[in-house]
């Protein structure tokens, strides 16, 4: 007989398993010994820790692999038979966007996988060679693998050509987006996963569960796939990114400088004490860097001020 | 009463949720309670509120409802750094913030140093074994399927999650402790 550990260990490789049903046979292991809750809860508990660990690593390193230059070249020789990435190649190279077939070492056979990156304060409208299209704000990155695109960070608004034999899926980390014909909008940051759709109807995985989303929904989901309670009626993210007309319903000073810093690029710091005050309204985007800041103090009655690298807001002082 | 238990074969299929839910509802909270006895009560609750938003049809009723309730389990038993969590946005929101920084980078520091010593871990088990872990609990993927992938046999992909799983469960063990 093994010993407990080992035997933890082994119940916990198979409760991993998305296909194990053998819950009742595990309850009753579980039950047999008072130190095998413990046990296995903790093998359970520490791989997962382990495994988030590497796979925010792994989303960081095909960061820094990214180069814009010589990768748009490579990509661009090896789609060279699908004209769709051909273009798409190009004009990423032009904008200084990078696009590069990924070199790590997930996903083995079939297609090669594309990566489409903006910088902060880029935006970038790609057609995939199914004529769906995908819409990226700045500081974004997607990896596209046919009908599957993994939203490694940022955010995209996907237009999907429906096809029902190949569903156009959408995962950040374990959460899977399934399209029945649509346009919806993912952004993923440090709250979680949001899930906004503007028309037609998502099928989302997540956490064990699946459920959907049709036009007007959204969710917001933790790092975990469970739905974060407090986004039903909540505070969404801000809309509008598009067209430069950030609107928020409800959202921190943090939050909604995240946004105009991903959207166009200028850092800007908060003084400490305005981090948690929130703002509702709509912000003007569109225009010079000293226009967009001049716009800013205007709505948010704060006082900018240049320093090393950007910007900083601050409370006006009484003169 | 209902009895529960060791009837799991069959059930499912033609059930909805809620119905598997109320005929399996004493083994379900055998299970939880085995695992975190006084806060059963609360997370069946828990349970039982998250199965009525459900709103698609599960093909297999049981083992959905069970995973369910593992994570809700999980969850809970990581309560502790999540109190860490909320200290820490306590003091965000009273205005504390160079408390709440020094311990942001202190967290990516540990982070950092967790991930290298990961990393060590895992490579001295080999490349292929470092795939197979990536594979299955990174991108779900199954074992059979692993096995077709890397022109390997079921059982050794099988030796090579055990020894992935026993090296991380107890190298994490290590910082836990200390």
């Given at each position: 007989m093994k010993p407990p550990e080992h035997q933890a260990v082994d119940w916990a490789i198979l409760a991993d398993d998305p296909a194990f049903a053998d819950w009742e046979a595990l309850e009753s292991w579980l039950a047999a010994d008072s130190r095998h809750a413990v046990l296995f809860?903790?093998?359970?508990?520490?791989?997962e820790e382990a495994a988030s660990a590497l796979d925010r690593c792994d989303n960081s390193r095909s960061l820094?692999?990214?180069?814009?230059?010589?990768?748009?070249?490579?990509?661009?020789?090896?789609?060279?038979?699908?004209?769709?990435?051909?273009?798409?190649?190009?004009?990423?190279?032009?904008?200084?966007?990078a696009v590069i077939s990924q070199p790590l070492m997930k996903q083995p056979a079939g297609p090669e996988n594309l990566v489409i990156a903006t910088r902060a304060g880029e935006l970038r409208s790609v057609t995939l060679p199914d004529r769906s299209e995908v819409a990226l704000n700045g500081d974004t990155k997607l990896v596209v693998r046919g009908r599957e695109v993994r939203?490694?960070?940022?955010?995209?608004e996907f237009a999907v050509v429906h096809d029902e034999a190949h569903p156009f899926s959408v995962r950040v980390g374990s959460i899977v987006i399934r399209d029945v014909g649509t346009r919806f909008d993912v952004r993923v940051d440090d709250l979680g996963t949001r899930v906004s759709v503007s028309e037609g109807e998502v099928e989302?995985?997540?956490?064990?569960?699946?459920?959907?989303?049709?036009?007007?929904d959204r969710t917001l989901l933790d790092r975990g796939g469970s739905p974060t309670p407090s986004e039903a009626g909540g505070p969404g993210g801000a809309t509008g990114w598009q067209t430069g007309q950030l609107t928020f319903e409800d959202n921190s000073y943090a939050e909604v400088f995240e946004d105009v810093r991903r959207r166009t690029g200028i850092a800007i710091r908060l003084e400490s004490g305005l981090k948690n005050r929130r703002f509702a309204g709509t912000l003007s985007l569109g225009g010079s860097e000293a226009i967009i800041i001049a716009n800013l103090q205007t709505t948010l009655g704060l006082s900018a001020r240049r320093e090393a690298g950007g910007w900083i807001m601050e409370i006006p002082r009484g003169r | 009463m209902q009895?529960?238990?060791?009837?799991?074969e069959h059930a499912g299929a033609s059930l909805s949720l809620?119905?598997?839910?109320?005929?399996?509802r004493l083994a379900i909270a055998r299970f939880i309670t085995v695992r975190c006895g006084e806060e059963a009560e609360d997370l069946m609750q828990e349970l039982w509120i998250k199965i009525q938003q459900v709103d698609t049809p599960v093909e297999r009723a049981l083992p959905y409802i069970y995973r369910m309730a593992h994570r809700l389990v999980l969850d809970s038993r990581r309560g502790a750094s999540r109190a860490r969590d909320r200290d820490y946005a306590w003091s965000f929101a009273t205005g504390r913030l160079d408390d709440a920084e020094t311990a942001m980078a202190e967290r990516a520091l540990i982070a950092r140093e967790q991930l290298d010593r990961i990393d060590r871990t895992l490579s001295k088990l080999g490349a292929r074994a470092v795939r197979v872990f990536?594979?299955?609990?990174?991108?779900?993927?199954?074992?059979?399927?692993?096995?077709?992938?890397?022109?390997?046999?079921?059982?050794?992909?099988?030796?090579?999650?055990?020894?992935?799983?026993?090296v991380l469960s107890s190298l994490m063990g290590e910082r836990d402790d200390a």
């Open positions: 809860d903790r093998a359970c508990l520490r791989v820094r692999l990214v180069d814009p230059v010589v990768s748009s070249a490579k990509t661009t020789m090896a789609a060279s038979k699908r004209r769709y990435w051909l273009a798409a190649g190009i004009s990423a190279a032009l904008a200084g966007i939203l490694e960070k940022g955010q995209a989302v995985q997540a956490a064990g569960r699946t459920f959907k989303l049709g036009a007007g | 009895t529960g238990g060791n009837t799991g809620i119905e598997t839910f109320m005929l399996y990536r594979r299955y609990r990174i991108d779900g993927v199954e074992q059979r399927r692993i096995a077709v992938e890397l022109g390997v046999s079921i059982s050794t992909v099988e030796s090579d999650l055990r020894r992935s799983y026993t």
